[in-house]
C-alpha cells in the first residue's frame, strides 16, 4: 500500500528539469541521506550550524497598510499615521509603535507579490515557498529546515509550534519529507499532555516501560516504509528530552517585567515562551496568531490586533539582541498574503497577494534596511516584484545552508529546496 | 398610531434625486437651516451640496484636513460646523462661504483618531474624543481649550443632552456615561455592553452613534449585538434607554448576526427611530421603529451598506448615505486601474405632512 502511495507522489519526468551536474549529485547520494553525499567539508560545516529561526506566522492576513508600508493621507491609506522609526527614513504605520524603535534591527521588504487570495491555497504555497508542483507535498518551512539542518547540539526538538487551541506531532508540515519532520504542536503554549513522568512510576519502570516499546516499535515497523515508522520512536525520543526540560512551561518562572514587557494576552505569552524555546536550543520554533482576516472593522481590528503584536515583538527583538542572540536566530513574520488597498462596504480589507511585505531580522539578514518598494497608491509593487521562493532561498542562504544542499533527495528523486526560477534577495543579505 | 397609519405617512419615497460621490464618505447631514447638505469622508473633506435649486449642487468643499473626517456637527446659532479627523484635528467651518477656509483649526487636538464631536445646544462648546482617550472641551468660538480629562476606554460616540447638563459618551466597551462637565465627574453609567464582544483576540463593536429625542428623554445608540472580528459580522442593533431611569426601553436588533453594524440613528420628532446598517446585499438596511413597539414598521431591504441617515428640519426629507465597495479579494481593474470605493446620497421623503415644530 505504501509504496503504491509513494510511487503516485512522484513527479513525471517532463515535469522538472536539472543540471547534469545535479543528477549526478543525486545519482551518487544513491537514496541516503542528504549529508551523505556531501564533501566532508561541507558536512563538517553544517554541523556547527547553530543558526535558529522564528517564524511568527499571522494567520488570516495582515494589512501591510497599517504595519510596514503606510500609505498616509491616500486614497487607500486609511485612518492611521505614518511615525518615524530608529532608521532614519523609514516610516511604519503608527500602530507599530514599539516596533519602530527597533527599527535598526530588522529588515523589511515591501514588493512580496505572489499568487494565491485564498487562505486553502495560500497557507500552504507561502509555508512551502510556492515551490514548483513535482507532484510531491513540499514541506513547510519548519520541516525544512529540521531536515536540511537537524537539532541544535542541545539535542531539542528542531521544529516545535507554538500555537493557540490543541497541540500534538503535527506530521502534515512535513510533506513528503516524512512525520518525523513534523512540528511538536504546544497547543496554547503548554506542554503535550502526560508529558511528565506520573510520579507512581520509577525510573527503572519506565526504563523497561521503553524497551517494552521500542520492541513493539521493531515488530510495527518490519514491512513497513522507514519515513513512516521511524516518527513513532522519533515522538517518544522527542517527549523524553522534553521531559528533562519541563522548566520550560513553568511560566511562574517569567519575571514580572517580562510579562509586563510582552503582554500577558494570548501572543504576548506565546512570544515570550518563544524566547525561552530558542534560548534551550530548538533549531525552529513557529508562532500562529490566528484571527487576522479583516474583512470588516478592519482599522479597529488592526487598532486590536497589531498592538498586540507590536508590544512583544519588540520586546522579542530587544531580548535577542541584548543576549547576542540576534546573530544566531532569524526571525520573520509573514501571512498567506496582505490585505485589500480598497477598503470594502464594511470598513474592511479583503485579500491582496499583489503588494504586500514581509519584514525579518537576525541571522544573515541586513539591518534597518527597507526593500522593495509599492506604488504611491499602495497597489502593486513599483519595481522588481518577489515572490516567497525569493524569499526562501534568501532565508536558506541567510542561514548558511550551503548550495550544495539546496536539493532533496526524495527516494531518488531530486527536488529543489526552494523554487528554482527564484533566487537570493541579495539586498536583504548582511 | 398603528403600523398602518404609520407607514402611510412614514414609509420613505424615493425623491428621484442621488449625489453620488467618487469617493467613500462616513455621514452626511442636514445642515439646521435645510439648504445644504454636509459630508465627512474618506478623502480628508468636509465635502457640500446646495439643495436650494431643482438640482443638487455641488459646492467646494472645504479643505485642509489630513485623513478621515469620521466626525461632524453644526454649531447652533452660527452657520458653521466642526469636523475632526483621525490624524487628531478639529476644525470649524463657514458652511455658507463660497470656499471655506478654517475658521480655527487645532491639528494636535488628541492624539491620534478623533472618534467624536460634539456641539453643546447653546453652542459655546465643542467636545471631542477619540482613540487617546481623553475627553476635551473646546471654545466653539475660536478653539481655546476649555476642560480635559481622561476617559476609561476609547471614545467611539459624544452627544449633549438637549437642556446641555449632561454630556454623554459610548465607548468601545459599550459603556455609556453621564458626564457632568463642570466638575468632570460621571454621574452614572448605562449598559450597553451588548454592543462589545472580545471575540478570540479581538475587541469588537462599541457604542458607534448616541442621540437624544427630541425633548431629551430617550437616548439611542447603535452599534452590532455580539460583534465577531473578520468580517465583523453581528445583528445590526440599536438600544433605546430612558434617560431619566437609564433602563433599557427597546432593544431594536435588525438583520442577522452576520449582517454588520447600525452606524447611525435619528429620532423622528413624532417619536420613531430612523437608523441604517452595514449589511450584505438584499438585507435590511434602513428601519423605521417606534421604542414603544416590539418590531419596525418600516424595514427596506432594497438598500445595502448604509452609512448614516439625516432628517431635514422640515421633518419629511431624509439623506441616506450607503456605501458603494463591494467586498472582493485580489486584483480587480477596470481599464487597468485599480478601483477604490464611492458613496451615494439617496434623498428620500415621507408622503406625511411637514413636521410642525410649534
Known amino acids: 500500500m505504501g509504496t503504491n502511495m509513494s510511487q503516485r507522489q512522484l513527479c513525471k519526468p517532463w515535469e522538472h528539469r536539472y543540471s547534469r551536474r545535479q543528477l549526478l549529485g543525486t545519482m551518487a547520494a544513491g537514496g541516503l541521506g542528504l549529508r551523505s553525499f556531501l564533501q566532508p567539508s561541507v558536512a563538517d560545516e553544517l554541523a556547527k550550524n547553530d543558526k535558529q529561526v522564528l517564524l511568527i506566522w499571522l494567520d488570516g492576513g495582515m494589512s501591510q497598510l497599517e504595519s510596514w508600508d503606510p500609505k498616509p493621507n491616500t486614497e487607500f491609506g486609511g485612518p492611521f499615521r505614518a511615525i518615524p522609526t530608529s532608521v532614519p527614513g523609514i516610516n511604519v504605520c503608527e500602530l507599530l509603535q514599539h516596533t519602530a524603535k527597533q527599527m535598526h534591527h530588522l529588515a523589511v521588504l515591501r514588493s512580496v507579490c505572489t499568487q494565491d487570495n485564498s487562505h486553502s491555497a495560500g497557507v500552504a504555497r507561502i509555508n512551502r515557498g510556492d515551490p514548483k508542483n513535482r507532484g510531491v507535498e513540499y514541506p513547510f518551512l519548519g520541516s525544512a529546515v529540521a531536515k536540511l539542518l537537524g537539532p541544535t547540539s542541545s539535542g531539542m526538538p528542531p521544529y516545535v509550534w507554538i500555537k493557540p487551541y490543541s497541540g500534538g506531532f503535527k506530521a502534515s508540515d512535513a510533506g513528503f519529507l516524512g512525520a518525523k519532520y513534523g512540528a511538536l504542536a504546544l497547543g496554547d503554549g503548554k506542554p503535550p499532555d502526560n508529558l511528565l513522568l506520573n510520579k507512581s512510576i520509577s525510573a527503572e519502570e519506565n526504563e523497561l516501560r521503553n524497551e517494552l516499546r521500542q520492541k513493539f516499535d521493531e515488530r510495527y515497523a518490519v514491512g513497513r516504509r522507514k519515513e513512516w515508522t521511524e516518527a513513532n520512536s522519533y515522538v517518544y525520543e522527542l517527549a523524553k528530552k522534553l521531559m528533562d526540560r519541563g522548566d520550560l512551561f513553568d511560566e511562574s518562572s517569567f519575571t514580572d517585567k517580562d510579562r509586563e514587557r510582552y503582554g500577558t494576552h494570548e501572543l504576548g505569552r506565546h512570544l515570550l515562551l518563544a524566547r525561552r524555546t530558542l534560548e534551550t536550543g530548538v533549531r525552529f520554533v513557529k508562532v500562529n496568531s490566528y484571527h487576522w482576516d479583516s474583512h470588516g472593522d478592519n482599522f479597529n481590528a488592526c487598532d486590536s490586533l497589531i498592538r498586540q503584536f507590536d508590544q512583544p515583538f519588540a520586546a522579542l527583538i530587544e531580548d535577542l539582541h541584548d543576549r547576542s542572540m540576534l546573530n544566531n536566530v532569524l526571525v520573520i513574520v509573514m501571512s498567506e498574503f496582505g490585505r485589500t488597498p480598497k477598503i470594502n462596504s464594511h470598513v474592511g480589507r479583503d485579500h491582496w497577494p499583489e503588494a504586500w511585505s514581509i519584514a525579518m531580522a537576525g541571522a544573515g539578514i541586513k539591518r534597518g534596511v527597507v526593500v522593495g518598494k509599492t506604488n504611491d497608491q499602495g497597489t502593486f509593487v513599483d519595481g522588481q516584484p518577489h515572490d516567497i521562493g525569493d524569499l526562501f532561498h534568501t532565508w536558506f542562504k541567510a542561514m548558511g545552508v550551503p548550495q550544495e544542499l539546496m536539493q532533496y533527495d526524495n527516494h531518488g528523486q531530486p527536488l529543489p529546496v526552494a523554487h528554482d526560477d527564484c533566487s537570493p534577495i541579495s539586498e536583504l543579505l548582511a | ?358
Open chain 2, 1 to 358: 398610531m398603528d403600523e398602518t397609519t404609520l407607514l402611510a405617512q412614514y414609509e420613505p419615497k424615493p425623491t428621484g434625486k442621488v449625489v453620488d460621490y467618487e469617493r467613500q464618505l462616513f455621514q452626511a447631514r442636514f445642515s439646521p437651516c435645510g439648504n445644504f447638505l454636509i459630508a465627512s469622508g474618506y478623502d480628508a473633506t468636509v465635502q457640500r451640496w446646495d439643495l436650494r435649486g431643482d438640482e443638487v449642487k455641488r459646492l467646494n468643499p472645504c479643505l485642509g484636513h489630513h485623513a478621515w473626517v469620521e466626525c461632524l456637527s453644526f454649531i447652533s446659532g452660527t452657520e458653521r460646523i466642526v469636523s475632526a479627523d483621525s490624524w487628531g484635528q478639529i476644525a470649524v467651518w463657514q458652511y455658507t462661504d463660497e470656499t471655506p477656509a478654517p475658521v480655527w483649526k487645532n491639528e494636535s487636538a488628541h492624539d491620534g483618531w478623533i472618534r467624536a464631536v460634539a456641539v453643546s445646544p447653546d453652542g459655546q462648546w465643542i467636545a471631542s474624543g477619540g482613540n487617546d482617550r481623553i475627553l476635551r472641551i473646546w471654545s466653539a468660538t475660536d478653539g481655546t481649550p476649555h476642560k480635559e480629562w481622561s476617559h476609561p476606554d476609547k471614545i467611539f460616540s459624544l452627544c449633549f443632552h438637549p437642556d446641555g447638563s449632561s454630556l454623554v459618551s459610548g465607548d468601545l466597551k459599550g459603556v455609556i456615561r453621564d458626564w457632568d462637565v463642570g466638575t468632570a465627574t460621571v454621574r452614572r453609567e448605562i449598559d450597553a455592553r451588548v454592543l462589545y464582544q472580545l471575540d478570540k483576540i479581538q475587541e469588537c463593536g462599541g457604542v458607534r452613534h448616541l442621540t437624544f429625542d427630541y425633548e431629551g428623554k430617550q437616548l439611542a445608540c447603535a452599534g452590532q449585538k455580539t460583534p465577531g472580528g473578520g468580517f465583523s459580522t453581528g445583528f445590526p442593533c440599536v438600544l433605546v434607554f430612558s434617560w431619566e431611569s437609564g433602563q433599557q426601553i427597546r432593544e431594536m436588533q435588525m438583520g442577522n448576526n452576520d449582517d454588520g453594524f447600525a452606524y447611525d440613528a435619528v429620532f423622528h420628532p413624532a417619536g420613531f427611530v430612523m437608523a441604517t446598517s452595514c449589511a450584505f446585499p438584499g438585507k435590511g438596511s434602513v428601519w423605521c421603529w417606534t421604542p414603544a413597539d416590539e418590531k419596525a414598521f418600516y424595514d427596506s431591504k432594497s438598500i445595502s451598506n448604509g452609512r448614516s441617515i439625516s432628517l431635514h428640519p422640515d421633518g419629511r426629507r431624509i439623506a441616506l448615505l450607503v456605501s458603494q465597495s463591494a467586498n472582493a479579494n485580489g486584483r480587480k481593474l477596470v481599464d487597468g486601474v485599480y478601483q477604490g470605493g464611492s458613496a451615494r446620497i439617496h434623498l428620500l421623503e415621507f408622503p406625511g405632512p411637514k413636521w410642525d415644530a410649534a
